[in-house]
């Protein structure tokens, strides 16, 4: 069976409970799709937040904004509609700039020590990733044990359903985590603050 929708991965989670299945969380008819649905799209978010998953990865240039922070940073730079999770910075060889040299928060990076002429920085990021179909296998295994976990003692009222998925799902992260990471390089950070000054926007 191809997984290629939300309610297709709650199934799963509900497999692993043997609390039967659902037809359609987006549109909930009854208590069980309800309460998918209420946790569905949470726990997506965290389990994506956990981990540089590749088929999450996207880059971005953002441009500043007119407005300057309140006090402490000269320059901040509104953070993509799709954004979970900063990796880094793009420097000048394409690898990380150290992260001392700026802030997230408020929904924009902050930083003090100026721009390039194009006045953009670079990012690589985790971005807000829904389409089920594109999920990696391992990811979507994971997903689903997570969301089991969420709803297993609501759905079955058991103490050792929550038990057993909490254990099955810490050797699966480890396994899922660790395949991902292989299919990437390791990135080499930058530390020099005349690189980062020559690398923003290059």
């Not at 979970?84 to 802030?103: K, M």
């Not at 920085?121 to 990811?139: A, E, G």
Request: hydrophobic fraction near 40%.
């Amino acid at each position: 069976m191809n997984i290629t929708s939300k309610t297709d991965v709650c199934n799963l989670a509900l497999d692993l409970l043997s609390a039967g299945v659902v037809r359609d969380v987006d549109n909930p008819s009854n208590p069980t799709e309800e309460l998918l649905s209420r946790w569905y799209e949470q726990v997506r978010r965290k389990v994506l937040r956990e981990h540089s998953w590749n088929f999450a990865l996207k880059r971005a240039a953002l441009a500043a904004s007119s407005t300057s922070p309140a006090f402490g940073y000269d320059s901040q730079y509104p953070l993509p509609a799709d954004f979970l999770r900063l990796l880094y910075i793009q420097g000048e060889n394409g690898g990380p700039l150290d992260y001392n040299l700026y802030q997230l928060e408020g929904g924009s990076i902050l930083t003090s020590i100026g721009t390039s002429s194009s006045g953009t920085v670079n990012i690589v990021y985790v971005s807000d990733f829904q389409t089920v179909s594109r999920f990696d296998p391992l990811f979507i295994q994971l997903l689903a044990h997570e969301l089991a976990l969420a709803v297993s003692y609501k759905v079955t009222e058991s103490n050792t359903n929550v038990q057993r998925i909490a254990e099955i799902r810490r050797g699966l992260a480890a396994l899922a985590k660790a395949v991902d990471g292989q299919e990437r390089p390791p990135i080499r950070v930058e530390r020099s603050r005349n690189k980062w000054l020559r690398g923003i926007g290059s």
